[in-house]
T-cell receptor
């Protein structure tokens, strides 16, 4: 049963620290999405990649957030420095031929 | 720009049918999706409908699409307490890039 995996599942850190979230897309999927979910804003698209190339990262605060795909099996989302307003659940999703997206379980981030 | 709207809350009694509604603005959508999010979990694809269809049935789920009115609905027959979750409607805005536009989600509460 192929699934998107994300690590860590939970992260508590202090303001100013670097946070790195990782995602392993479903093998064979060529599109990877990063979302942020909060009560106030709902589900926001931060960035997405196709064939490891970034297609759109306009939803991401550029000064502190960065997203990369070092290889086809790993996507990373980094926040440096982190701020309390970054506290949210971060989801990775992957897809292939159609627009159907398959979500990971999320990383719950709390920045104190 | 494209927009997807849903009512935020719905409460039903166990055994009744639930109908969750969604409206969208992009007339060029190719696929429309329903995702389910249980507490503390990621989003799970429930079902989707291609834009040239007007109905799709899958066990207890029935999706109705009215393209003229840009209205999508999800009917859950014989609603169970396990159906309590947030239901997200999403539409594909750009088939080539596989980006989805998401509603804010409808929180379904099933009362025994």
């Amino acid at each position: 049963d192929a699934r998107v995996t994300q690590t860590p599942r939970h992260k508590v850190t202090e303001m100013g620290q670097e946070v790195t979230m990782r995602c392993q897309p479903i093998l064979g999927h060529n599109t990877v999405f990063w979302y942020r979910q909060t009560m106030m804003q709902g589900l926001e698209l931060l960035a997405y990649f196709r064939n490891r190339a970034p297609l759109d990262d306009s939803g991401m605060p550029k000064d502190r957030f960065s997203a990369e795909m070092p290889d086809a099996t790993l996507a990373t989302l980094k926040i440096q420095p982190s701020e309390p307003r970054d506290s949210a659940v971060y989801f990775c999703a992957s897809g292939h031929i159609t627009e159907t997206q398959y979500f990971g379980p999320g990383t719950r981030l709390l920045v104190l | 720009g494209e927009d997807v709207e849903q009512s935020l809350f719905l409460s039903v009694r166990e055994g009744d049918s639930s109908v969750i509604n969604c409206t969208y603005t992009d007339s060029s959508s190719t696929y429309l999706y329903w995702y389910k999010q249980e507490p503390g979990a990621g989003l799970q694809l429930l079902t989707y409908i291609f834009s040239n269809m007007d109905m799709k049935q899958d066990q207890r789920l029935t999706v109705l699409l009215n393209k003229k009115d840009k209205h999508l609905s999800l009917r859950i027959a014989d609603t169970q307490t396990g159906d309590s979750a947030i239901y997200f409607c999403a539409e594909s805005s750009d088939g080539n890039n596989r980006k989805l536009i998401w509603g804010l989600g409808t929180s379904l509460a099933v009362n025994p």
